[in-house]
């Protein structure tokens, strides 16, 4: 399956989308480990904020495999 497809897989088992504005570096791990026992898999986090690219970084590390993050 291509990329994009399986992209757009997994966005249809997981319809919801946890937006986390004014997520902080120091709070991304507990916040985002939150979020996946809750069941959700899909996070953004707006990049209009100091330290959204280091709080990506970290959700990506820490996430499961099927868990998706962007911005």
Not at 9 to 35: D, N
Request: with cysteine; glycine share 8%; net charge neutral.
């Amino acid at each position: 399956m291509s990329d994009s497809l399986e992209l757009l897989a997994r966005a249809r088992r997981t319809p919801l989308v946890a937006i986390l504005r004014g997520l902080v570096p120091a709070e991304a791990q507990a916040v985002g480990e939150a979020l996946v026992q809750s069941g959700f898999r899909t996070l953004e986090v707006p990049l209009n904020r100091p330290g959204a690219l280091e709080c990506i970084a970290t959700l990506a590390r820490i996430l499961p495999a099927d868990a998706m993050v962007g911005g």
